[in-house]
């Protein structure tokens, strides 16, 4: 019966249809269009507040947390930043073994048995493990740096007790499950692929063992044979090094020293012996005046590194070496940039600065450009550097920079947990916890030369390590007239392969269509 009536429905819409009566038309007014031309600039109400430009207000002085040190019964350095404004805590230990401590042949072995320990426990699989961490909204953690380990813990002020329970129960019965192990190898080398995907990723991963030497521990380069060479009994005894004697507990929220001795003390009383030491490592070996090529075929564009070692964390000049980092490429308006990206429009961006490590750091400046711009982009980085060497920054310089350093150092401590890497920043480069205290006023005391002073003595004027990975059909011919002019030193040109192994030069077919563009 409903079927039926569907014919009727429909007949009946379409006899309403035919019924509407047309629309009226109404013709508009015939009006004269204004073609009096308007002046195109703008029109500002005569306010006496415009006729002068709002003055910037004072740099606001730095305001440091307090931060409490006492140690644990078992050794443990606990080191706390109280906040009341979140219901929430966060703790990271800390321990000083990373991966320069990697057994020869073995590298990425501290970071995949870091991977490996917070994924179960004896008790607990890792679906299991996962599930509690859930149920109390508690995120627990294990990475490896390059010279230390974290284990870290973030939850709910309320769920304290029930994520040091879970905490307690991984750091001393770690599961350590062959299936999680065999799994996270697998994952381990998919990323290592994945980092020989893009000249960029490429370039840093084959990076360190230039700057540093390939035998320095800072030099070293995880392969998927380095981790087929890494086994479950190696990582067992990887997580029997970390033990609270002399390792350091980082911990900002809402709760004080009381709590912490209660709370961590009894549920990980029988954790005990000491933390490895820090390693006093060797100088920085580098390949000096050498030109590095890794080929990608068909790269649209060249990744171009230029490095040399560099001063301590700890040297003197410290904050006139980030002024010259920040002139030089440090910044959207520092040299580099502006050269390559605003000036030749070679490269979306230009950067330059030190990277600090414990035992010393190295400077690098470089850039990915357009394939086609690759031996130009690698001369103008060469003068940048060496007009930054041997001539003084102007003094607008000098203030934008003095002044970008100064109004973004209090966000730095804007929070506890930012204060907190602060301070443990400190404490890894063996500075005392006060040295921010003085930092505005030195700051501000550096003139121009000062900062010409440790451009002259921390850039190199020549023997610098350069690394291009590009399209060689484009480029080659390009870097290797550079290596000839001897631009950076008498190395000469070397290939090298996605591993930083030394190859022949590479076979070049003629680059495709698009190439270089």
């Known amino acids: 019966m409903r079927l039926r009536s569907l014919p009727l429905v429909a007949l009946a819409a379409v006899t309403l249809l035919a019924c509407k009566p047309d629309p009226v038309v109404v013709n508009p007014e015939d009006k004269p269009v204004d073609t009096t031309p308007v002046d195109a600039a703008p029109v500002w109400p005569e306010e006496p507040y415009r006729a002068e430009r709002p003055k910037p207000r004072e740099i606001a002085t730095l305001q440091i947390p307090e931060i409490r040190h006492f140690t644990l019964d078992n050794g443990l350095e606990v080191y706390l930043v109280q906040q009341q404004t979140l219901p929430t805590v966060m703790m990271s230990f800390e321990f000083d ?23 179960s426990t004896k008790s607990k699989d890792k679906a299991a493990f996962s599930a509690a961490r859930d149920d109390h909204a508690v995120d627990i953690w294990a990475s490896a740096a390059t010279e230390t380990t974290s284990i870290s813990v973030r939850t709910l002020q309320r769920e ?10 991984m750091i001393l019965e770690p599961g350590l499950r062959a299936d999680d192990f065999e799994r996270l190898v697998k994952q381990r080398k998919n990323s290592i692929e994945q980092s020989k995907g893009s000249p ?34 190696d990582c067992k005894r990887w997580v029997s090094k970390l033990r609270p004697g002399g390792a350091r507990l980082w911990i900002v929220g809402n709760i004080d020293e009381a709590q912490i001795r209660e709370q961590i003390g009894q549920r990980l009383a029988k954790w005990t012996g000491e933390s490895p030491v820090p390693r006093k490592l060797p100088e920085a070996k580098p390949a000096k005046g050498t030109i590095f090529f890794v080929h990608v075929a068909d790269a649209a564009q060249s990744q171009i590194i230029v490095a040399h070692p560099g001063p301590a964390r700890t040297a003197e000049d410290y904050e006139a070496t980030q002024l010259v980092a920040a002139i030089l490429g440090g910044s959207f308006s520092s040299r580099i940039n502006m050269n390559l990206r605003e000036d030749k429009g070679w490269s979306y961006g230009a950067r330059g600065g030190f990277v ?8 690098n400046a470089g850039s990915s450009v357009r394939t086609d711009a690759t031996g130009g982009a690698v001369r103008e980085i060469a003068k940048e550097i060496q007009l930054m060497r041997t001539g003084e920054p102007t003094a607008e310089e000098l203030r934008r920079e003095q002044e970008g350093a100064l109004l973004a150092m209090p966000a730095e401590f804007a929070t506890a947990t930012k204060s907190l890497y602060e301070f443990r920043s400190l404490s890894f480069y063996g500075l005392p916890l006060d040295w921010h205290e003085g930092y505005q006023k030195r700051l501000r005391a550096l003139d121009t030369k000062a900062v010409a002073a440790a451009a002259a003595k921390h850039l190199q004027e020549r023997d610098q390590v350069v690394l291009v990975v590009g399209d060689g059909a484009v480029i080659l011919e390009d870097l290797e007239a550079i290596a000839k002019e001897k631009l950076f030193g008498d190395g000469g040109i070397v290939y090298l392969d996605s591993d930083g192994n030394k190859v022949a030069r590479p076979k070049l077919e003629a680059p495709t269509a698009g190439s270089g563009e």
């Open 97 to 119: 073994v990373g991966d320069v401590d990697d057994p020869g042949g073995k590298s990425g072995l501290g970071s995949l048995c870091a991977d490996l320990l917070d994924e």
């Open 356 to 363: 600090y490590r414990r035992n010393g750091s190295y400077f």
């Open 160 to 169: 304290l007790p029930a994520a040091l329970d879970l905490l307690a129960e």
């Open 200 to 233: 960029t990723s490429l370039a840093y991963r084959v990076l360190p063992p230039l700057i540093w030497g390939s035998s320095h521990p800072y030099g070293k380069i995880e392969t998927d044979k380095s981790i087929d060479k890494v086994s479950l009994s």
